[in-house]
């Protein structure tokens, strides 16, 4: 089992620009949650995706918006970037509703320059 | 809002030392998980709690949830170098779907 797998790794990008993350979720997982971890900090929810819906929000601006594919698996896109939004984006699948164990994958590094 | 508190933000402790690390909130959580995250990795979690007063023992590690689902604490025996990394407490949102809200963390020195 592969787990959660996000790509990329590393991504700089300039400020006004827009980005694309992904994110492959753990075997037999239907739900992915994204979260921006500032460094030092702990991961901030962004949203989360079930049934190719979003069905929770976080308190981030709609430049943050998210899909997820038939499959699962799912992107998170940000618009007219910010130096603000340097941070590490982690992914986590889960599947369930009671009290459901997240699995995070290893993150995509962001650095707006 | 739910807001975590985790205290203290950094520890340095020498090797077979003993710590406790703190996660408060004034609102009461479903559930409290705890992770340990380790530089340019995704965090792994290593407990949840859901029962107040809940106590439950990984080996070395030993976690509290509070009678009134407000606090958690994660106890280290005898730290050792590869306990070093974040510490991550996490509760559930009162939806129960997933969404998790975060501490601050707190990063955990040993030094052998």
């Known amino acids: 089992d592969a787990g959660v797998t996000q790509s990329p790794t590393h991504l700089i990008k300039t400020r006004g620009q827009q980005v694309t993350l992904r994110c492959s979720p753990k075997s037999g997982h239907d739900t992915v949650s994204w979260y921006q971890q500032a460094l030092g900090q702990g991961p901030q929810f962004i949203f989360q995706y079930y049934e190719e819906e979003e069905r929770q929000r976080g308190n981030f601006p709609d430049r943050f918006s998210g899909h997820q594919f038939p499959n699962y698996s799912s992107e998170l896109n940000v618009n007219a970037l910010l130096l603000g939004d340097s941070a590490l984006y982690l992914c986590a699948s889960s599947w369930g509703d009671r009290f459901p164990e997240a699995f995070f994958g290893q993150g995509t590094r962001l650095t707006v320059v | 809002t739910q807001l975590l508190e985790q205290s203290p933000q950094f520890l340095s402790i020498q090797e077979g030392e003993n710590l406790t690390v703190y996660c408060n909130s004034s609102?009461?959580?479903?559930?409290l998980q705890w992770y340990r995250q380790e530089p340019g990795e995704g965090p792994v979690l290593l407990v949840t709690v859901v029962t107040g007063g809940e106590v439950k023992k990984l080996k070395r590690l030993t976690f509290q949830f509070g009678d009134a689902r407000k606090d958690s604490s994660l106890h280290i025996t005898a730290a050792q170098p590869g306990d070093t990394g974040l510490y991550l407490c996490a509760g559930h949102g009162s939806s129960n779907t997933g969404k998790l809200i975060f501490g601050q963390g707190t990063t955990l020195q040993v030094k052998p």
């Open positions: 609102s009461v959580f479903s559930s």
